[in-house]
């Protein structure tokens, strides 16, 4: 009997060692899962971040884009109108010259 006893006893120690590492283990997991979550969730957020900020960065470009574009086209315009003003104040010195 009392080696029975002993036995469950040891038994019983032991059971409660396990339960208390399985426990342990059990605590581990949970903090490195919540681990993984917390920095899946800030990644996520940079992401976004990232995204909105090439997002409005795309548009500056285009902005600008669009600007230079038009000074291209006012340039090329006052180019034209200088050489269209040449010609006439050349057509009018001959016109003068010949008259």
């Keep these: 009997m ?6 469950l006893i040891n038994e019983l120690q032991r059971l409660r060692h396990e339960y208390m590492d399985l426990r342990r283990d ?3 997991m949970t903090k490195t899962y919540e681990g993984i979550l917390r920095k899946q969730r800030e990644e996520r957020d940079h992401a976004f971040r990232v995204k909105q ?5 795309n548009t500056a470009l ?3 884009d669009r600007e230079r574009d038009t000074a291209a086209t006012s340039k090329r315009q006052r180019d034209q109108m200088c050489e269209e003003f040449k010609r006439e104040k050349t057509e009018a010195l001959k016109r003068l010259h010949n008259a």
């Design 53 to 57: 900020d090439l997002a409005a960065a």
């Design 2 to 7: 009392k080696l029975k006893n002993a036995k």
């Design 26 to 28: 059990k605590e581990e």
């Design 62 to 64: 285009k902005s600008r």
